[in-house]
T-cell receptor, first 115, second 116 residues
């Protein structure tokens, strides 16, 4: 039972354009969401997070949007750069007394930025 | 120091061997984690340690035995593994187990384990 889903296994975007990565979740007990970036042979690196009390969080080129009613979040990268080519994981954690000690990861989306 | 260091980076072991994976952090984090990642799959939680005490064991087989000797070190002892245990083993840390990764877990680069 995959509670956090990334339905696009891969995405190719032209350099300078916007990259949009999507994530859906099924469990309404999740209330904190994070995006991680992973290069081959390295561990995931934290990018940006959002609490369920917000619908947007921005950090430089990265913006995460949360639509609680649709149980959907997205990561926008603009402008996309070649160094952004990596696998991106969406992750979620739950409220106190429900899984807030761990992250549940999505299956990942491989982003390729085309020069 | 903002890193989580894992050793070794690669490990090949037979099914009768005993080996250990090591993880070290010096960020003062009081929660440490072991995750397992198979190819093309998301990382899956194995164990959570909080203030050097085991907090969560995600029904991991006993052939995996975690140990937290102090607040900076986390070990994973391996014994009698099966070929299907071959995976990338990731260690992570966070300020404490309740911060819900708000500041993001810091992951190590992982140990690529192959069981033959």
């Amino acid at each position: 039972d995959q509670q956090v889903k990334q339905n696009s296994p891969s995405l190719s975007v032209q350099e300078g354009r916007i990259s949009i990565l999507n994530c859906d979740y099924t469990n309404s007990m999740f209330d904190y969401f994070l995006w991680y970036k992973k290069y081959p042979a390295e561990g995931p690196t934290f990018l940006i997070s959002i609490s369920s009390i917000k619908d947007k969080n921005e950090d430089g080129r990265f913006t995460v949007f949360l639509n609680k009613s649709a149980k959907h979040l997205s990561l926008h990268i603009v402008p996309s750069q070649p160094g952004d080519s990596a696998v991106y994981f969406c992750a979620a954690s739950g409220r106190s007394n429900f899984g807030n000690e761990k992250l549940t990861f999505g299956t990942g989306t491989r982003l390729t930025i085309i020069p | 120091d903002t890193e989580v260091t894992q050793t070794p980076k690669h490990l090949v072991m037979g099914m009768t061997n005993k080996k250990s994976l090591k993880c070290e952090q010096h960020m003062g984090h009081r929660a440490m984690y072991w995750y397992k990642q198979k190819a093309k799959k998301p990382p899956e939680l194995m164990f959570v340690y909080s203030y050097e005490k085991l907090s969560i064991n995600e029904s991991v087989p006993s052939r995996f035995s975690p140990e937290c000797p102090n607040s900076s070190l986390l070990n994973l002892h391996l014994h009698a593994l099966q070929p299907e245990d071959s995976a990338l083993y990731l260690c992570a840390s966070s300020q404490d187990k309740w911060d819900r990764g708000i500041y993001g877990y810091t992951f190590g680069s992982g140990t690529r384990l192959t069981v033959v």
